[in-house]
């Protein structure tokens, strides 16, 4: 692992045996020192890499609609811990399969449970890292609040510095979080874009890098407009930001193609990434490779065509089809029409 962006302390390796009852196990993995530090060879990836996002970060909400998408059914467990159970199952199943590695997927987004377990034998997280090559993020909102003024803010992050802290052990780069918004509601949005913020200076300090997920729903009679109110949002709290500071941004593909291309060549913001947004996967690629400066960060759209009953020879072709189409949307933008 690379030593800091900000010239902090490299890293440190350590053997798990030493601290015995450990939650990670006799694992050999690097610890980071002290808060501040960015893995260089990761965030250059982030930066520059051809390629896109994969979003497997259902969390407890939205795991049962995500189960029955891929055939498994409500009568097929009855607790919590079943349900996660049966969801790490098809989670290990698609970061496992030989289509799913680097060389198109650039980072995954991973739920608070998938990244205290393990996929082959490894954290979650390290497993990405060490044999895909893919770098790892985590979902640290805990869903969303009622609406007001047109939006939907995030409900209070109450364990946020322990989830940093353990995000830090498990050697997770950045973190996303989500709130939404429903109508072009000027103060609403400006309310929503500084709780974002607000959370994303806390992150920055642990040394993780934040992906700000303010999503603009499609079904909004006024998204154009506010998709318009939001760029202005975002541009003046990244004009705002700290010197050395980073944050990324997952937006809902704007009506507008190229509406935030000047926030893309930012220095400020490492990537900008597009969610699927209740779009097929064949519209959402459509509508993406329309978009010169996005990638995607898909998720339901990623794991479409996908069900549990697929042998492994159907389930591979089916996600790698899936990734190639993904793939050539993010990387193979079609020609501005006059």
């Not at 979650?124 to 895909?132: G, I, N, P, V």
């Not at 992050?157 to 989500?178: P, S, V």
Request: a negative charge; hydrophobic letters at 40%; charged letters at 25%.
């Amino acid at each position: 692992m690379s030593t800091g962006d900000r010239g902090l302390s490299a890293p440190v390796l350590v053997t798990r045996n030493a601290r015995p009852g450990h939650p990670l196990g006799p694992k050999r993995v690097w610890l980071v020192p002290e808060y501040g530090s960015v893995n260089t060879t990761q965030s250059e990836k982030v930066r520059t890499g051809r390629g896109f996002f994969a979003a497997l970060d259902q969390s407890g909400g939205s795991t049962p609609k995500a189960l029955a998408e891929y055939g498994v059914e409500r009568d097929r467990y009855s607790s919590d811990t079943e349900m996660f159970d049966l969801v790490h199952a098809m989670r290990t199943r698609v970061l496992t399969s030989p289509a799913f590695d680097g060389s198109r997927v650039l980072a995954a987004i991973l739920f608070e449970q998938t990244m205290e377990r393990d996929v082959a034998g490894a954290p979650t997280a390290r497993y990405l890292w060490d044999e895909k090559n893919v770098v790892p993020f985590l979902k640290v909102d805990k869903g969303l609040a009622p609406e007001q003024d047109g939006v939907q803010l995030m409900k209070p992050i109450d364990t946020l510095d322990d989830l940093l802290e353990r995000a830090q052990r498990h050697q997770i780069f950045g973190t996303k979080m989500r709130s939404v918004i429903n109508d072009a509601d000027e103060a609403g949005i400006s309310a929503l874009v500084d709780q974002q913020f607000e959370y994303a200076s806390r992150i920055l300090a642990a040394g993780l890098v934040p992906i700000i997920e303010p999503e603009v729903s499609i079904a909004s009679p006024d998204k154009e407009q506010a998709e318009t109110l939001l760029h202005g949002a975002i541009t003046s709290r990244v004009e705002a930001l700290p010197q050395g500071a980073t944050v990324m941004l997952k937006i809902t593909i704007p009506t507008r193609p190229g509406l935030y291309g000047d926030l893309a060549s930012d220095p400020r913001v490492l990537r900008v990434v597009a969610l699927s947004g209740g779009y097929s996967r064949d519209e959402a690629c459509a509508r993406l490779a329309r978009d010169p400066t996005l990638i995607a960060s898909f998720s339901r759209a990623l794991l479409e065509g996908l069900t549990e009953n697929q042998t492994d020879e159907q389930f591979n072709a089916q996600l790698e089809s899936s990734i190639e189409q993904i793939y050539q949307a993010s990387v193979h933008k079609q020609p501005a029409t006059p």
